[in-house]
Nanobody
Framework: VQLQASGGGLVQAGDSLSVSCVAS????????MGWFRQAPGKEREFVAT????????TYANSVLGRFTISRDNDKNTVYLQMNSLKPEDTAVYYC????????????????WGQGTLVTVSS
């Protein structure tokens, strides 16, 4: 499966931003999807994941209550709505796919998009 993320940009603290990821090349509804992020000088970290049928979203504590992951299996797209953004949310955001159930570890995801940069200014 090929993944193409988009929607990043420069925003101010407190603003909202949505990033999306379009999948192609395979049956999207068979894959759990995840969002991860990597800030400069830091390791890639888990942000959110959603089950293949879209019924089970899960979030990192750092974004719980501010970010929402969703998917549209008819459009082969997963979304990450980010509200109340903070400067510490600044990172390259990656979407990832894995067949079957969702996981929280990046090493469990064999397919990755190219990343989209989100910068939050204070």
């Amino acid at each position: 499966v090929q993944l193409q993320a988009s929607g990043g940009g420069l925003v101010q603290a407190g603003d909202s931003l949505s990033v999306s990821c379009v999948a192609s090349g395979s049956t999207f509804s068979l894959y759990a999807m995840g969002w991860f992020r990597q800030a400069p000088g830091k390791e890639r970290e888990f942000v959110a994941t959603i089950s293949a049928n879209g019924r089970i979203p899960t979030y990192a504590n750092s974004v719980l209550g501010r970010f929402t992951i969703s998917r549209d299996n008819d459009k082969n797209t997963v979304y990450l709505q980010m509200n109340s953004l903070k400067p510490e949310d600044t990172a390259v955001y990656y979407c990832a796919a894995r067949p079957g159930g969702y996981q929280y570890d990046a090493s469990d995801y064999p397919y990755w998009g190219q990343g989209t940069l989100v910068t939050v200014s204070s």
